[in-house]
Nanobody, 123 residues
């Protein structure tokens, strides 16, 4: 069982930056691939980024490539999402998730989810 708690969301102006954190419980954190997803009002939850258990592999949605950076610190059981050059269309609740397989972008591939953190980008 893995419990995930996101933090770091907030209100920021267009062009600003935020860093989201996701703290995980358990002693097997490094065995999980981690993903970030987001859900805007009235829309489906969508993939944002992923990272392998070792941190050596990463992936991004086209909409955030070049602006967002995912990283992890296995010693701290934490995964991060650095978000730069934020746009109003990035406004959403952001969720982190843990799964056994790296390289997958479907929600069903992830076994554990956090409660989400709100990111609002004002224009």
């Amino acid at each position: 069982q893995v419990q995930l708690v996101e933090s770091g969301g907030g209100l920021v102006q267009t062009g600003g930056s935020l860093r989201l954190s996701c703290a995980a419980s358990g002693r097997t954190f490094s065995s999980y691939a981690m993903g970030w997803f987001r859900q805007a009002p009235g829309k489906e939850r969508e993939f944002v980024s992923m990272i392998s258990g070792s941190g050596g592999g990463t992936g991004y949605a086209d909409s955030v490539k070049g602006r967002f950076t995912i990283s992890r610190d296995n010693a701290k059981n934490t995964v991060y999402l650095q978000m730069n050059s934020l746009k109003p269309e990035d406004t959403a609740v952001y969720y982190c998730a843990a799964g056994r397989s790296f390289g997958v972008r479907g929600r069903s591939e992830y076994d554990y989810w956090g409660q989400g953190t709100q990111v609002t980008v004002s224009s």
